[in-house]
């Protein structure tokens, strides 16, 4: 019965450790790269698991950036109102592109009607 609870202490602690180097940024580890530490924890699971809570995981600031489990209104998330001001530009846009090839065809229809007599005229 001992034995496989410290299996599982071990499992379990492996598994967190190896979670915590993958969601950790590649910038903020200690000692090694990132792809570095994944390897040592694969090929030395429980030494490797405490190699990195000892000497790569970053001191006093989390580990891997919080997930937001909460909505937002729509005023209050930035990636929200970013789109938003693109979709206006992009509107905007497409409707001086529209206004611009409306007042081009109105020129070149008002061309086309001034030499349309001229060519007539000749005949």
Request: charged fraction near 30%.
């Amino acid at each position: 019965m001992l034995r496989v609870v410290g299996v599982v202490v071990v499992l379990v602690v492996f598994v967190y450790a190896l979670i915590d180097v993958i969601r950790t940024d590649s910038r903020s580890t200690r000692g090694i790269s990132k792809p570095a530490w994944i390897v040592v924890m694969i090929v030395l699971p429980v030494l490797g698991a405490i190699l990195w809570f000892i000497f790569g995981r970053p001191y006093g600031r989390p580990s891997a950036k919080p997930v937001r489990s909460y909505p937002t209104a729509p005023d209050d998330d930035p990636e929200f109102l970013r789109n938003l001001e693109n979709r206006r530009r992009n509107q905007a846009e497409e409707e001086r592109l529209k206004k611009l090839k409306a007042e081009l065809e109105a020129k070149e229809r008002k061309l086309k009607d001034s030499q349309s007599p001229d060519t007539d005229e000749l005949k």
